[in-house]
C-alpha cells in the first residue's frame, strides 16, 4: 500500500460545484502540504499544516480550503470550482527533523 | 523570493551515455535540495535529499551535488538506461519557513534504444 494516498484519482466536474479531494498517510507524519502542478510553472504550494490545529495558506490558497481532520488526513475543497482550476493536484508529507518531502499518485481534476 | 531553474528543459541521448542535469536557485539560504522523479501521469518519487552542510549525495547509478554558494546542483545519471525515461524535478527549501519547497519546472529526459 502506498504510504500517501489521494483520492480520487481522476475528477472530472462542471464549473460551480463543490470538490473535495482526500488524503491519508501512513507515515507518521506531521507535516503535510497541497499542491498544483501545471505545465510550465512547475509544482505550487496551496496549502500546509503542520499539525492538526496549524494551518497555513500557500502561494496560491484563493479559492481553496482545507481541512486537517486528524494527523494522518488532510483534505482539499474548491468551494465553488473554475477551469483554471483544472490541474494535477499532489499531496504531501514531510517529518520535523528535516528530511524530505513524500509526494502521493496525485488528483488529476478537469473543470469542464 | 527564491526561483529554480532547470535546464536543458529536455534532453535526448542514447542508452548508455552518462549525463548531467542542471538546477540553480536564486538564494543560497537553503536548508535542504531534493531531487525527483516523475514519470507521466505519476507522482514524484523522491531520488535524493541533500542537506545544506553537504556537499553530495549517491544512490546507485545516481549521484547529486551542492554548491550552496553559487546556487547550484547537478544530478549525474551514470550508464543511462530506457527506464530512466522520465521528468527530473528540483526543489529547494527555505531556512526559516517551515518546510516550504520551491520547484523547478523540471527536465524531460528520454534515453533512447
Known amino acids: 500500500d502506498a504510504d500517501v494516498t489521494q483520492t480520487p484519482r481522476n475528477r472530472i466536474t462542471k464549473t460551480g460545484k463543490r470538490i473535495m479531494l482526500e488524503c491519508s498517510q501512513t507515515?507518521?507524519?506531521?507535516?503535510m502540504y497541497w499542491y498544483r502542478q501545471d505545465p510550465g510553472l512547475g509544482l505550487r504550494l496551496i496549502y500546509y499544516?503542520?499539525?492538526?490545529?496549524?494551518?497555513n495558506k500557500g502561494e496560491i490558497s484563493d479559492g481553496y480550503s482545507v481541512s486537517r481532520q486528524a494527523q494522518a488526513k488532510f483534505s482539499l475543497s474548491l468551494e465553488s470550482a473554475i477551469p483554471n482550476q483544472t490541474a494535477l493536484y499532489f499531496c504531501a508529507t514531510s517529518d520535523l527533523q528535516g528530511g524530505g518531502q513524500h509526494f502521493g499518485d496525485g488528483t488529476r481534476l478537469s473543470i469542464l | 523570493k527564491q526561483e529554480v531553474t532547470q535546464i536543458p528543459a529536455a534532453l535526448s541521448v542514447p542508452e548508455g551515455e552518462n549525463l548531467v542535469l542542471n538546477c540553480s536557485f536564486t538564494d543560497s539560504a537553503i536548508y535542504n535540495l531534493q531531487w525527483f522523479r516523475q514519470d507521466p501521469g505519476k507522482g514524484l518519487t523522491s531520488l535524493l535529499l541533500?542537506?545544506?552542510?553537504?556537499r553530495e549525495q549517491t544512490s546507485g547509478r545516481l549521484n547529486a551535488s551542492l554548491d550552496k554558494s553559487s546556487g547550484r546542483s547537478t544530478l549525474y545519471i551514470a550508464a543511462s538506461q530506457p527506464g530512466d525515461s522520465a521528468t527530473y524535478l528540483c526543489a529547494v527549501r527555505h531556512t526559516g519557513t517551515a518546510s516550504k519547497l520551491t520547484f523547478g519546472t523540471g527536465t524531460r529526459l528520454q534515453v533512447t534504444l
Open positions: 541533500i542537506q545544506s552542510s553537504q
Open positions: 499544516s503542520f499539525d492538526v490545529k496549524d494551518i
Open positions: 507515515k507518521g507524519h506531521d507535516r
